[in-house]
């Protein structure tokens, strides 16, 4: 309880508007989502793709249709296409859950919608796998199984 009051008092003294302070935590939590699968490309510019899709586009007129154009890589910035695509997607799937979907009931229709916008326009979105093609925001209609785990047991030593 102690914690809410102190967060509400520094809330009401600060001289930063909440939409900038969400537009911040928007950036900051793509690009670190990002970073984590390997993405190189930093905080600085992944501020500088969503100045620019702020600046340039309508942002909820982009979420409004499923087949709107994403804006192009090549308009947001000079880094790696691949890169800057998955920037853009998260900032525009990060915007549309904080602007959007959380202020009403989630459905599976919103989720599927959530993952087409995710990877949209990356090889995932649409790719044929053992003669079945697959659709960003369906469900599966192949099995999948993961690769690559093991258990490393390491021999206990008591002292």
Request: aromatic letters at 8%; proline letters at 3%; hydrophobic letters at 35%.
């Amino acid at each position: 309880m102690h914690l809410l009051k102190e967060i509400n008092s520094l809330k009401a003294t600060s001289k930063i508007p909440a939409k900038e302070l969400l537009q911040c935590m928007i950036v900051g939590f793509s690009q670190q989502s990002c970073a984590l699968e390997g993405n190189t490309i930093g905080i600085v510019e992944s501020q500088e793709i969503w100045d620019k899709m702020s600046k340039n586009y309508n942002l909820d007129d982009l979420l409004k249709h499923e087949e709107t154009q994403f804006p192009t890589p090549s308009s947001l910035s000079r880094k790696s296409e691949i890169e800057v695509i998955e920037i853009r997607n998260h900032l525009l799937v990060t915007y549309f859950l904080y602007n959007h979907l959380l202020k009403s009931e989630i459905n599976i229709e919103d989720i599927k919608k959530v993952h087409r916008f995710m990877i949209k326009d990356t090889p995932q979105e649409k790719f044929d796998a053992w003669g079945k093609i697959q659709q960003a925001g369906e469900f599966r209609t192949i099995s999948v199984r993961a690769l690559g785990y093991h258990l490393t047991v390491y021999p206990v030593s008591f002292h």
